[in-house]
């Protein structure tokens, strides 16, 4: 089973400010590596799919960059509504294995 | 834009069977894959596993002996049931489209195990 070590697990931030967040793989995995937001109460945003590609509707201050095990979504301006648990997703090989998430706080 | 929602007992004894369906509307349940994803009280997302509409499915190992997902084309519904459930099976469970990166979701629905 694929390991998702994510870093940092909280994080304190000032709006506008540029958020990096990273979720290193105990293997390689490609680029089939995703990102999601999660608020409290509230199902699961897909941000990034595999590395880098965005996703409609998701606003473009969000990016993600990687391959092989080192793995980086980057918020750049952040707002006060980006508040939430950003977790990584493999799907490399299965099961699929989640990071166990980063807290941003604002 | 197709819409998922969970439902089902919200609270399951020790060693009984935890049944969900995940109601599909706006959309047809033919042409996608369904996960099944849960998440215990703080803590991280757990795949359960999947169900293509074919049939084809593949599990956690962590659940596999335990776990049956199934489609229902007639009724446009996806199902889990997990047998023999303890208190670490308690959890929000999700269901959602896609195998590689699930991009719809439903909202969750709690499932408490407890006597």
């Known amino acids: 089973e694929i390991v998702l070590t994510q870093s940092p697990d909280f994080q304190s931030v000032t709006p506008k400010e540029k958020v990096t967040i990273t979720c290193r793989a105990s293997q390689n995995i490609g680029s089939n590596l995703h990102w999601y937001q999660q608020k409290p109460g509230q199902s699961p945003k897909l941000l990034i799919k595999f590395a880098s590609q965005s996703i409609s509707g998701v606003p473009s201050r969000f990016s993600g960059s990687g391959s092989g095990t080192d793995f980086t979504l980057t918020i750049n301006s952040l707002e006060a509504e980006d508040a939430a648990t950003y977790y990584c997703?493999?799907?490399?090989?299965?099961?699929?294995?989640f990071g166990q998430g980063t807290k941003v706080e604002i | 834009q197709v819409r998922l929602q969970e439902s089902g007992p919200g609270l399951v004894k020790p060693s009984e069977t935890l049944s969900l369906t995940c109601t599909v509307s706006g959309g047809s349940i033919s042409n996608y894959y369904w996960s099944w994803i849960r998440q215990p009280p703080g803590k991280r997302l757990e795949w359960i596993g999947y169900?293509?509409?074919?049939?084809?499915?593949n599990y956690n190992p962590s659940v596999k002996s335990r776990v049956i997902i199934s489609l229902d084309t007639s009724s446009n519904q996806s199902s889990l049931k997990l047998n023999s459930v303890t208190d670490a099976d308690t959890a929000v469970y999700y269901c959602?489209?896609?195998?590689?990166?699930?991009?719809?979701w439903g909202q969750g629905t709690l499932v408490t195990v407890s006597s």
């Open positions: 959602a489209t896609g195998a590689a990166a699930p991009d719809n």
């Open positions: 997703l493999q799907s490399s090989s299965l099961p699929r294995t």
């Open positions: 169900i293509y509409y074919s049939g084809t499915t």
